[in-house]
């Protein structure tokens, strides 16, 4: 089994896959809080709960994968890794994604982004655009041939209604659901629609701007966190894929190990 750990801003989230043929099975899936600490302690402790509470044995992981945009978090939770099954995890970073960049700056792509069109690129006909719906909604777009080419980068659902919120007196923090109309008939209902019709507004509006640029299709697989409420109203042919990140950690471990 492959341990991941995607090392996010909110979460950490704890996944253990197994490889079926091209893709992978997800074992199980475990969130915690992202705690900032240098405590090598306190990460070692945290994975073996994980593992307890997903009934694993720690001789059934064969090895890890990290993807972290958090560095503070990256090289404690590594020492703790090593502890306890004997080897570092490999870090998802261009090194070991095996993509081919076309960027000024390819060292300054995210981890996640990576993991990310790691897996379509294996998986999907491309070109092919990635969401990834959490903290920040990200866009990636991966070319004919495998060839990262780009993206966007926009403000996650909940990372909008907080800046919202904190911004306008007269706005309060709304609980997070699916909005009933696109015609708001309150304040709640009016930021919800905003929030989550406008996400999956803006998905479809930028993916035709992409398609329009390549001069082609693409492939469209949305993932993250907050996916589950703006996919149901993306008109644009899509899959839905919640583990897209764990699955291309697990590939660029792979990768990495037959080499």
Same mark, same amino acid.
């Given at each position: 089994?492959?341990?991941?750990?995607?090392?996010?801003?909110?979460?950490?989230?704890?996944?253990?896959?197994?490889?079926?043929?091209?893709?992978?099975?997800?074992?199980?899936?475990?969130?915690?809080?992202?705690?900032?600490?240098?405590?090598?302690?306190?990460?070692?402790?945290?994975? @073996?709960?994980?593992?307890?509470?997903?009934?694993?044995?720690?001789?059934?992981?064969?090895?890890? *994968?990290?993807?972290?945009?958090?560095?503070?978090?990256? *090289?404690?939770?590594?020492?703790?890794?090593?502890?306890?099954?004997?080897?570092?995890?490999? $870090?998802?970073?261009?090194?070991?994604?095996?993509?081919?960049?076309?960027?000024?700056?390819?060292?300054?792509?995210?981890?996640?982004?990576?993991?990310? *069109?790691?897996?379509?690129? @294996?998986?999907?006909?491309?070109?092919?655009?990635?969401?990834?719906?959490?903290?920040?909604?990200?866009?990636?777009?991966?070319?004919?041939?495998?060839?990262?080419? /780009?993206?966007?980068?926009?403000?996650?659902?909940?990372? /909008?209604?907080?800046?919202?919120?904190? @911004?306008?007196?007269?706005?309060?923090?709304?609980?997070?659901?699916?909005?009933?109309?696109?015609?708001?008939?309150?304040?709640? $209902?009016?930021?919800?629609?905003?929030?989550?019709?406008? *996400?999956?507004?803006?998905?479809?509006?930028?993916?035709?701007?992409? $398609?329009? $640029?390549?001069?082609?299709?693409?492939?469209?697989?949305?993932?993250? /966190?907050?996916?589950?409420?703006?996919?149901?109203?993306?008109?644009? +042919?899509?899959?839905?894929? +919640?583990?897209?990140?764990?699955?291309?950690?697990?590939?660029?471990?792979?990768?990495?190990? %037959? %080499?």
């Amino acid at each position: 089994m492959i341990l991941t750990i995607d090392i996010g801003n909110t979460t950490i989230r704890f996944c253990g896959l197994t490889p079926n043929g091209d893709d992978y099975d997800v074992n199980f899936s475990v969130r915690t809080d992202t705690v900032r600490s240098d405590s090598q302690n306190r990460y070692l402790d945290m994975i @073996r709960s994980v593992l307890d509470k997903a009934n694993v044995d720690i001789k059934s992981i064969d090895g890890a *994968a990290i993807c972290s945009v958090v560095p503070d978090i990256t *090289a404690p939770m590594q020492q703790s890794v090593k502890a306890l099954i004997g080897n570092f995890a490999v $870090e998802v970073n261009q090194s070991t994604a095996g993509l081919t960049l076309d960027l000024p700056e390819p060292e300054k792509v995210g981890a996640d982004r990576l993991a990310d *069109a790691v897996w379509a690129k @294996r998986c999907c006909k491309l070109p092919a655009v990635t969401v990834d719906m959490g903290t920040a909604t990200t866009f990636n777009v991966i070319g004919k041939g495998g060839v990262f080419l /780009g993206g966007a980068i926009c403000a996650g659902i909940s990372t /909008g209604l907080n800046a919202l919120c904190d @911004r306008a007196a007269q706005l309060s923090k709304v609980q997070l659901k699916t909005p009933r109309h696109a015609i708001g008939k309150n304040t709640e $209902e009016c930021m919800l629609s905003g929030a989550i019709f406008g *996400a999956a507004a803006m998905i479809d509006g930028l993916t035709a701007r992409i $398609e329009e $640029e390549l001069g082609c299709p693409v492939s469209l697989i949305m993932t993250g /966190g907050l996916a589950q409420y703006a996919e149901p109203f993306v008109s644009h +042919p899509h899959i839905s894929e +919640p583990d897209l990140l764990p699955k291309g950690m697990a590939a660029v471990y792979s990768a990495v190990k %037959r %080499r």
